[in-house]
């Protein structure tokens, strides 16, 4: 038996650590993993589709074979996957009820790199619809409530896996980040989340499925080490889609080095010139500062490249590929767009995404390739850029709402919310959130570091150094309602 009060306290590298070292079973952590689920996910809506009796089952099988321990550092873990993400035998809604019923026949790319080291999949997790907001309140599953005060927002698109992470059921789990999902969440519910670098990790296997390349699969966790040997089980050994970037033999490894001293630019100023709250440029003033206090060069700038034609070129391909997913099952169910049942932004979304040429794609295409290379020459002087991840704190539920009567207002406000994200899934750079602030009503706020292409290592090299410098509650023990 793992008590909840040892079970809170450990990341996911000491659980396997305590299942490795036979200090408890499998069983006893998939338990206290469920226990916690079945606790807190009334409150939070964070787990759509549970998968515990399976579960429990993989983890007694796991107790009796201690050899199938041998297939990574983190086998016999229980483990959340995003309903984006397809497990096969479980449901993938995509936070849609266009997908209601529908359940996998196959594992995604990166679900099968985490079944053959060894997880178990305890569930999927709640996103918005196709994962296009920046807030988890599909109409489809319900509303993701924030643990550290359930009136306010996760963060989107990941917002089940953060809540989940953030409420204690399990110490990391799965996220994907097409425009900033793994950083958002990360950032509203005081955890960390990398976006690794395009090219680095197990992704789908079809430009589709990945967004052309503006979608990465990694997780949010509690701790840095969980994300970087997490990092070690989806990295690819050959590429696929895209170049492959240089990584370590272990990025759980290269984590525990000190970072040299870096390069560090300091951007506080909103791309498109909305207002940044307070709160958002104390947290980058802050990291600024302490990253200065390491010993690090910290210099201010006011924005790396033109933001306006990236997001024009983003905006278009995420709209194609929106409609993408969308038209193959108006096909298999015989219904029109306007009878999609899809979310009013969404349905806007496919509509334009349906009247894409192919002229407008390559455009597109092409105009992310002179980002990145725009990109990669501001990083010839510069290591590192400092950043918000969102221009304001956590939102309170319902102020972005996908079914506005006022799409304008939804649109506004989308712009105002966020602006600093997208970037980096243009350019394919890894972009990593890391917890430094809080509001004074005890709200997190993330800060946003970014680096090179191929400077994943660097980032959580870092983040390990910021970690340890000032370090953050690991989860909400006292879930505030409101």
């Known amino acids: 038996m793992l008590p909840q009060s040892e079970y809170l306290t450990l990341d996911a590298t000491a659980l396997a650590e305590g299942i490795h070292r036979q200090r408890f079973r499998c069983t006893d952590v998939t338990a206290a993993a469920i226990a916690r689920a079945e606790a807190v ?191 070690d089980l989806i990295k690819l050994d050959t590429p696929g889609l895209f170049p492959q970037p240089p990584a370590p033999a272990s990025f759980l490894q290269a984590a525990l080095s000190a970072p040299r001293k870096l390069r560090i630019a300091v951007q506080t100023t909103h791309p498109f010139g909305e207002i940044v709250d307070p709160d958002c440029v104390t947290a980058v003033s802050n990291a600024a500062q302490l990253c200065a206090a390491l010993g690090h060069d910290v210099e201010t700038i006011t924005a790396p490249l033109d933001y306006q034609p990236v997001a024009r070129a983003m905006s278009r391909l995420i709209n194609f590929h929106v409609w993408q997913a969308v038209a193959p099952r108006l096909k298999a169910l015989n219904k029109s767009l306007p009878a999609s049942g899809l979310e009013a932004s969404t349905l806007i979304m496919a509509e334009n995404g349906s009247k894409t040429s192919a002229d407008d794609y390559v455009q597109a295409r092409d105009s992310l390739r002179m980002t990145e290379l725009k990109m990669a020459e501001f990083h010839r002087r510069c290591d590192v850029i400092i950043s918000p991840v969102l221009a304001k704190v956590p939102a309170k539920l319902g102020w972005l709402d996908m079914n506005s009567s006022d799409m304008q207002q939804y649109i506004s406000r989308f712009k105002a919310y966020s602006g600093f994200t997208a970037l980096y899934n243009g350019s394919g750079q890894p972009s990593m959130s890391v917890p430094l602030h809080r509001t004074a009503d005890d709200l997190p706020v993330g800060v946003m570091f970014s680096a090179g292409w191929g400077n994943d290592a660097l980032l959580l090299q870092l983040a390990r150094q910021l970690e340890h410098a000032q370090p953050w509650p690991r989860y909400a023990k006292a879930m505030v309602v409101p």
């Open 41 to 231: 996910n009334p409150a939070i809506n964070a787990i759509v589709a549970d998968n515990y009796e399976a579960a429990l089952a993989q983890a007694a099988l796991v107790d009796k074979n201690p050899a199938l321990l041998q297939r990574s550092n983190f086998a016999g873990l229980p483990f959340l996957i995003k309903d984006l993400t397809a497990v096969a035998g479980l449901q993938q809604t995509n936070g849609s009820r266009l997908f209601a019923g529908f359940m996998a026949t196959r594992n995604g790319a990166i679900t099968q790199k985490y079944l053959d080291a060894g997880l178990f999949v305890l569930g999927k997790t709640n996103t918005p619809e196709f994962g296009v907001t920046l807030t988890t309140e599909p109409a489809a599953n319900g509303v993701t409530r924030n643990p550290w005060n359930l009136a306010y927002s996760t963060g989107g698109s990941s917002g089940g896996a953060a809540a989940a992470v953030a409420a204690g059921i399990v110490p990391v789990a799965h996220a994907t980040d097409g425009g900033g999902s793994i950083r958002i969440p990360a950032a509203c519910c005081g955890l960390f989340g990398l976006k690794p670098s395009r090219g680095l990790t197990a992704i789908e296997e079809t430009l589709g499925e990945c967004w052309s390349g503006m979608s990465v699969g990694h997780v949010v966790s509690q701790t840095v080490r969980d994300s970087a040997g997490f990092l």
